[in-house]
């Protein structure tokens, strides 16, 4: 079993910040890409950031330019920093990792969630 606990969230005003935490844990092989996605009340999981254990960061076009994401590889941590946050991005953001487990196969995860509320 993997766990991915995040942290971070909470209510903010639209042009504010917040910074996002996952710590990943349990009995893996190894871990491939980690990311953040988000769902919106009444509308469906999408992604937001993933990144490679290289390094190679995607973004979806509606947050390019004011969310960045990083990783700790040693201590299998990924961050996303919100900035110059809009109401439309509030949502619940769940944590991703792409794992290979101790029976040596590839299976996805995804943390429980943390609420982002961004409004005046």
């Known amino acids: 079993q993997v766990q991915l606990v995040e942290s971070g969230g909470g209510w903010v005003q639209p042009g504010g910040s917040l910074r996002l935490s996952c710590a990943a844990s349990?009995?893996?092989?190894?871990?491939?890409?980690m990311g953040w996605y988000r769902q919106a009340p009444g509308k469906d999981r999408d992604l937001v950031a993933v990144?490679?254990?290289?390094?190679?960061?995607t973004y979806v076009e509606s947050v390019k330019g004011r969310f960045a994401i990083s990783r700790d590889n040693a201590k299998n941590n990924v961050s996303l920093e919100m900035n110059d946050l809009m109401p439309e991005d509030t949502a619940v953001y769940s944590c991703?990792?792409?794992?290979?487990?101790?029976?040596?196969?590839?299976?996805?995860?995804w943390g429980e969630g943390t609420l982002v509320t961004v409004s005046s």
């Open positions: 991703y990792a792409g794992v290979i487990n101790s029976r040596g196969r590839p299976m996805d995860y």
């Open positions: 349990g009995d893996f092989l190894s871990i491939g890409r």
């Open positions: 990144i490679s254990t290289g390094g190679i960061k």
